[in-house]
């Protein structure tokens, strides 16, 4: 809605300029019959001028132009409104393979993908210490907006880096919890002595 009232207002400043570009150029006077002649049908205009009449229609045509021109780029607006709202919705519906395939569509090179994610996991894993390095010592707000990107990079990341090795998302959730359920069965210690064989033994 904003950015129809911001139209509209350009539409209006750009038909003023218009109108008071003629009208220096063949007198207030002359605009003002020349619009009641054309609109109402009378005959006041007794001293015609061509050069003035043809200033005058142009004037017209221009104005219809920049409607027209108003008109489109608020059609276009709405349209990529709407399409942006569109992908917003397919987005916010993804499962676990239609984001993985959208994780592709960015993959700039398929050379080397093992490296190329894990050293991948690397970058983004420190930019999130950066921001958190920026409040912790320079005493900046915590930029939570920063942090939530750099968790979807690195989702980015990890998702190709799973499918690299044969692995999902959901198995990884799933063994991990298990592992910690065998390696902490009450609840969090710190476990000198630890059995990884058995705590490992259910990943292939």
Known sequence: MKNVFIWVAKLILAMLVIVVAVAMFVGAEYVVL????????????????????????????????????????????????????????????MNELEYLNNCKRTLSTKDDLLE?????????????????????????????????????????????????????????RKDNIEKLAKRYPDKFEDVIIRDVNTELNHIN
């Open 34 to 93: 020349f619009i009641i002649d054309n609109i109402g049908g009378y005959s006041y205009l007794d001293n015609y001028d061509t050069k003035k009449h043809i200033a005058l229609w142009l004037l017209v045509f221009l104005i219809v132009q920049t409607i027209s021109k108003q008109m489109e780029d608020i059609k276009f607006s709405f349209k990529t409104k709407k399409s942006k709202l569109k992908n917003i919705k397919q987005y916010s519906n």
């Open 116 to 172: 190329h994610m894990i050293i991948g996991c690397v970058t983004e894993v420190g930019e999130l210490a950066d921001a958190y390095k920026k409040y912790k010592f320079y005493k900046r707000d915590l930029n939570t907006q920063n942090i939530k990107e750099e968790i979807g990079d690195l989702c980015w990341y990890i998702y190709q880096l799973c499918e690299e090795v044969g692995y999902t998302m959901e198995e990884a």
